[in-house]
């Protein structure tokens, strides 16, 4: 003879299978929770762990950077000076620019992310022009004026566009000089591109040279630009002025 279920036992039943169904619930949102918080821990692991490497990797490249520079700023002594005790100090400038670009080619190879790494891309280039190695300099600049960085790449424009001067490439160098003068920057201010670019002029056309250190003048009066074009413009040939 078949059970009879009573009203209160089915009832009982219906609650417990709600129950049952409301902890599987439970369990499967906790299980979905625990991995969504697993992912979110991992992903803020490596976030942590990139940005502590970044920061090491910018605190050596810092430091790798400023010992270059002690380098670079050395004094090079006249014959017969003595040293400063506890100075860097050179007797030959080219030995103090090849010791200094080897550091800082150093940096840049090893630190090329950060920002001391670029910085010393550019102090490589400087290096080696004043080593009078034109070529690989403009290497070396050529790389960091295609940088994303506006700043740095103008930098590395403005000392391409001298490097150029200087060699008698003068129509790579007016041709950087008036991109700069269309876009410039901190670290290539348009009254430093001008008066440049004047010096430029002083002997093929010094007419034009003295209307740029006029127009230097007159933009950017009660400047040291202004001074520095006051000077020159005293010292063009008679009449250009």
């Not at 102090?123 to 690989?136: I, K």
């Not at 010094?206 to 009066?221: L, V």
Request: with cysteine.
């Amino acid at each position: 003879m078949a059970k009879h279920i009573s009203r209160q036992e089915l009832k009982t039943d219906q609650v417990q299978e709600a129950l049952s169904h409301s902890a599987e619930a439970v369990l499967s949102h906790k299980t979905a929770l625990v991995y969504v918080v697993a992912v979110a821990l991992i992903v803020a692991a490596g976030v942590f762990g990139w940005q502590f490497y970044s920061q090491r990797q910018s605190v050596k490249a810092s430091a790798g950077f400023n010992d270059a520079m002690q380098i670079f700023q050395a004094p090079t002594l006249a014959p017969g000076q003595a040293p400063q005790p506890n100075e860097i100090s050179y007797s030959d400038s080219s030995k103090k620019y090849q010791d200094a670009l080897k550091k800082f080619e150093g940096v840049a190879n090893q630190y090329p992310r950060t920002r001391a790494g670029q910085l010393a891309d550019y102090y490589s280039a400087l290096c080696l022009e004043r080593l009078n190695q034109n070529a690989q300099a403009i290497t070396w600049l050529s790389k960091i004026q295609n940088s994303s960085n506006h700043d740095f790449a103008a930098m590395a424009r403005f000392e391409l566009a001298q490097i150029y001067d200087h060699s008698g490439n003068a129509a790579q160098a007016v041709q950087l000089y008036n991109e700069l003068l269309k876009n410039p920057s901190v670290l290539a201010p348009k009254p430093m591109v001008m008066l440049a670019l004047a010096e430029h002029y002083r002997q093929s056309d010094p007419a034009q040279a003295a209307r740029i250190f006029n127009q230097i003048k007159s933009e950017y009066p009660d400047t040291g630009a202004a001074d520095q074009a006051d000077q020159q413009l005293a010292l063009l040939p008679s009449g250009k002025s």
